[in-house]
């Protein structure tokens, strides 16, 4: 069985602006803390997150344009005493399609921007779509 290796072509909805400028200063374990961020999107998609409340979690899924896609293994978390491991077991940003998955808590909705808590990621960094948290689906 061979799998088909045709194009996929994925269009940026938005940028993330956020206080990160180099990839050195992104933190590894950002969930808890309380970084924001803001997920912008583009004019013409606003009415597509017109539900998107304050208090609300949503999944950002993202675009880690600086991130190496030729790495297989890592040493999970950066971590030289553990074991090299396969990226598709790890949250590496690391990986063949730098996809970010990140569940953020909604502050504050201003027309086509969104201020997230616990997004860490670089600043410019493309979104390639939003979607609701669901206890019943994502717990």
Do not use: C
């Not at 990839?23 to 004019?43: C, T």
């Not at 293994?73 to 590496?92: E, I, Q």
């Amino acid at each position: 069985m061979s799998l088909d290796r045709g194009e996929i072509v994925l269009r940026p909805i938005g940028r993330v602006r956020s206080d990160f400028k180099v990839k050195e200063s992104v933190p590894h374990r950002g969930r808890g803390l309380d970084i924001k961020a803001v997920v912008e999107i583009l004019p013409e998609l606003g009415p597509a997150a017109g539900e998107i409340r304050p208090g609300d979690q949503i999944w950002v899924l993202t675009w880690l344009h600086q991130a190496s896609r030729d790495v297989l293994k890592v040493h999970p978390r950066g971590d030289l005493s553990r074991p090299l491991t396969g990226v598709f077991s790890t949250r590496s940003p690391a990986r063949p399609n730098p996809i970010g998955l990140h569940l953020v808590e909604v502050i504050e909705v201003s027309g086509d921007r969104i201020t997230v808590r616990g997004l860490e990621v670089l600043d410019g960094t493309p979104i390639l779509d939003i979607k609701p948290y669901r206890l019943e689906m994502d717990s």
